[in-house]
């Protein structure tokens, strides 16, 4: 009887510790995050009004900010079966992007599946070999880190000019 309880505890605790998801989190999982900021020197963090960012020619709704306000940054995710995603960034304001409505960032990338850990199972791992960007109202973009991950680091940060 004593030795079941303690088989019990022990099944317990194991169970408890082994499916904690905190190793998994950190993982990548394709989600470049982009950071908006104005020119300038040196730049600083910003914000984008009234702007639908979308995919292009992908399966699903590939709506992911519809008319939002105050976007500081975004995330823009990967897909495992292509190697190139395109996103549009349309801006609604009606004093933003005078003649052309919108900007768009493209992903070329590769991918490997990868097996992290028994509770995580296996994940894709990404790495961005081109990174084109359209300039209708962006005055720069660049490709921090070709890796992708889902911490809170940035992969691409995009420049817009500084209303006055």
């Known amino acids: 009887?004593?030795?079941s309880k303690i088989l019990i505890a022990f099944i317990i605790t194991l169970v408890f510790f082994s499916c904690g998801d905190k190793y998994c989190n950190e993982s990548g999982i394709g989600m470049p995050l982009v950071g908006v900021y104005a020119l300038?020197?040196?730049p600083v963090a910003a914000k984008i009004n009234?702007?639908?960012?979308?995919?292009?020619?992908q399966v699903k709704d590939s709506i992911l900010y519809n008319n939002v306000s105050d976007l500081?940054?975004?995330y823009t995710p990967l897909s495992i079966t292509r190697d190139?995603?395109?996103y549009v960034i349309?801006?609604?304001?009606?004093n933003v992007g005078m003649q052309f409505k919108y900007d768009t960032l493209t992903y070329t990338y590769s991918?490997?599946?990868e097996f992290e850990t028994?509770?995580?199972g296996a994940m894709y791992k990404f790495t961005i070999e081109e990174f084109k960007y359209t300039t209708h109202s962006i005055a720069y973009a660049e490709l921090v880190t070709p890796e992708v991950n889902n911490l809170e680091s940035q992969t691409v940060k995009i420049y817009y000019v500084a209303e006055d």
């Not at 009234?50 to 020619?57: A, K, M, Q």
């Not at 349309?90 to 009606?94: L, M, S, T």
């Open 50 to 57: 009234s702007v639908t960012i979308y995919g292009v020619d």
């Open 40 to 42: 300038g020197t040196p």
């Open 72 to 74: 500081g940054s975004f």
């Open 90 to 94: 349309r801006y609604d304001d009606p």
């Open 1 to 3: 009887m004593y030795l």
């Open 111 to 113: 991918k490997q599946l």
């Open 84 to 86: 190139m995603v395109k």
């Open 118 to 120: 028994p509770e995580c």
